[in-house]
Antibody, heavy 120, light 110 residues
Framework: EVQLLESGGGLVKPGGSLRLSCAAS????????MTWVRQAPGEGLEWVSS???????YYADSVKGRFTISRDNSKNTVYLQMNSLRAEDTAIYYC??????????????WGQGTLVTVSS | QSVLTQPPSASGTPGQSVSISCSGG????????VNWYQQLPGTAPKLLID???QRPSGVPDRFSGSRSGTSASLAISGLQSEDEADYYC???????????FGTGTKVTVL
């Protein structure tokens, strides 16, 4: 059974940093792309970043230069380092498993999400 | 700012059929497959349709997807109360070099 467990969310002041982690199990982690998607309160889904199995990386323009995605295949974990956080980054952050090795075919399984609140 | 446009709402009575459209462009739906996700209240999204028209294991055959040109659609037949949820389309965009989601459609079962 595929399981994705996010952690690292919380309350942070504007300009601060957080690192989200997503521990994966139930599939061959190093063979799949991984993606972060966020959802602001009461809003729709917004793609944030993806990393392929070969570590090709993609970012949404809204986070480029501030967020960094990475993966550790030895720990079956994907990370999202978030710097220079803004109020508009407040959202539930979901980790999602890619359908294939590349990011462009989308995601199939989702974690339960971790809440990030940026507020002074 | 979503690149894929969906109607904000759709509704039907139990047993009826509902269709949700997803309008995009040549660099997303026109070039890549479409996935559909169902998000029940207070839960994470769930993959409903992949590759534009394929149902993952466990998804009832009441759900079907199609794609034509730069648009896609999700159809729900035999509407049930448990289908009340938000539905999102998604596709890779070759111009943005990233994934784009639809604006989302809230389905209400009357």
């Amino acid at each position: 059974e595929v399981q994705l467990l996010e952690s690292g969310g919380g309350l942070v002041k504007p300009g601060g940093s957080l690192r989200l982690s997503c521990a994966a199990s139930g599939f061959m982690f190093n063979s799949y792309a991984m993606t972060w998607v966020r959802q602001a309160p009461g809003e729709g889904l917004e793609w944030v970043s993806s990393i392929s199995s070969s570590e090709t990386i993609y970012y949404a323009d809204s986070v480029k230069g501030r967020f960094t995605i990475s993966r550790d295949n030895s720990k079956n974990t994907v990370y999202l380092q978030m710097n220079s956080l803004r109020a508009e980054d407040t959202a539930i952050y979901y980790c999602a498993k890619g359908r294939m090795t590349t990011a462009w075919l989308g995601v199939d399984y989702w974690g339960q999400g971790t809440l990030v609140t940026v507020s002074s | 700012q979503s690149v894929l446009t969906q109607p904000p709402s759709a509704s039907g009575t139990p047993g009826q059929s509902v269709s949700i459209s997803c309008s995009g462009g040549s660099t997303n739906i026109g070039a890549n497959t479409v996935n559909w996700y169902q998000q029940l209240p207070g839960t994470a999204p769930k993959l409903l349709i992949d590759s534009s028209n394929q149902r993952p294991s466990g998804v009832p055959d009441r759900f079907s997807g199609s794609r034509s040109g730069t648009s896609a659609s999700l159809a729900i037949s035999g509407l049930q109360s448990e289908d009340e949820a938000d539905y999102y389309c998604a596709a890779w965009d070759d111009s943005l070099n990233g994934c784009v989601f639809g604006t989302g459609t809230k389905v209400t079962v009357l």
